[in-house]
């Protein structure tokens, strides 16, 4: 499920996307159910529909991330 939330985290040597489903913060809850009643970027995340919304507003390569995020059980399994 790619639905949820994605912050850029840029540095000076190389940039970390970071992806939840679900927030939590001492002021705050952000989950899928309640995102619409959120201004984003709310502090510095945003909702995406899928990593390719998500990879193409942050001009990133999204097979680069889709294979960090969302790889298949059986690549799970062998990188154990």
């Not at 850029?8 to 809850?29: I, N, P």
């Not at 995340?45 to 390719?52: E, K, Q």
Request: hydrophobic share 35%.
């Amino acid at each position: 499920m790619e639905e949820g939330f994605y912050k850029l985290e840029v540095g000076q040597k190389r940039s970390v996307l970071l992806f939840a489903s679900h927030l939590e913060a001492q002021e705050w809850s952000l989950t899928l159910e309640n995102k619409d009643s959120f201004t984003f970027p709310h502090d510095g995340w945003r909702y995406f529909d899928t990593l390719s919304d998500a990879c193409s507003h942050y001009s990133l390569n999204e097979e680069e991330w889709k294979e960090k995020f969302f790889s298949t059980e059986s690549e799970e399994i062998e990188a154990l």
